[in-house]
Nanobody
Framework: QVQLVESGGGLVQAGGSLRLSCAAS????????MAWYRQAPGKQRELVATISSGGRTTYVDSVKGRFTISRDNAKNTLYLQMNSLKPEDTGVYYC??????????WGQGTQVTVSS
């Protein structure tokens, strides 16, 4: 069964850090690009970061310099290290992949709440 399972969300004060993980089925992770999205209350889901199969990364401007996307291909796991968190980073974070493929899958999401 194809799965994406996120973990690592929680409540943190502004300026704090969290590390999100996404455990993926090998069939959708191996040699495929992956992404993190987030959805704040009342807003559309937005792309936060991507990583190619070779490790090339992209970030939305609002998280550049604070967030780092990475992957462990041996463990079929995607990560998002989030530092210097701000209240505007609050939302549900979703793992997505494989980028550009059909079918494309979503995890169930993990809540991140940053208090001011």
């Amino acid at each position: 069964q194809v799965q994406l399972v996120e973990s690592g969300g929680g409540l943190v004060q502004a300026g704090g850090s969290l590390r999100l993980s996404c455990a993926a089925s090998g069939s959708i992770f191996s040699n495929r690009g992956m992404a993190w999205y987030r959805q704040a209350p009342g807003k559309q889901r937005e792309l936060v970061a991507t990583i190619s199969s070779g490790g090339r990364t992209t970030y939305v401007d609002s998280v550049k310099g604070r967030f780092t996307i990475s992957r462990d291909n041996a463990k079929n796991t995607l990560y998002l290290q989030m530092n210097s968190l701000k209240p505007e980073d609050t939302g549900v974070y979703y793992c997505n992949g494989p980028i550009g493929w059909i079918p494309n899958y979503w995890g169930q999401g993990t809540q991140v709440t940053v208090s001011s």
